[in-house]
Nanobody, 122 residues
Framework: QVQLVESGGGSVQPGGSLRLSCAAS????????MGWYRQAPGKQRELVAQ???????TYADSAKGRFTASTDYAKNTVYLQMNSLKPEDTAVYYC????????????????WGQGTQVTASS
């Protein structure tokens, strides 16, 4: 059974920083990609940052220059360092991972974390 466990959310004043972590556990053999999405009230879930297994990282325009995604594959963990937080960054942040398995054949599945609240407010 695969689990994605997130931590690090919270409340900060605008201009503050937070660091999110997401650790994947289970019987997968490798990670195809890991990343972060967010969903604000009344809005659709949107991509914040995604890291492919080759190292390429994609950011939403709203995150460029302020957020940095990184991975520690030895720990199966993805991080999101968020600086200069703005009120519009307030949302539930979800970890996403596409994992590869072998059960006599290779296949991949997508998984989501439980979500962690990030609030930037004065």
């Amino acid at each position: 059974q695969v689990q994605l466990v997130e931590s690090g959310g919270g409340s900060v004043q605008p201009g503050g920083s937070l660091r999110l972590s997401c650790a994947a556990s289970g019987s997968f053999i490798s990670i195809n990609n890991m990343g972060w999405y967010r969903q604000a009230p009344g809005k659709q879930r949107e991509l914040v940052a995604q890291i492919l297994s080759g190292g390429t990282t994609t950011y939403a325009d709203s995150a460029k220059g302020r957020f940095t995604a990184s991975t520690d594959y030895a720990k199966n963990t993805v991080y999101l360092q968020m600086n200069s937080l703005k009120p519009e960054d307030t949302a539930v942040y979800y970890c996403n991972a596409n994992l590869r398995f072998y059960r006599g054949w290779y296949y991949s599945n997508d998984y989501w974390g439980q979500g962690t609240q990030v609030t930037a407010s004065s």
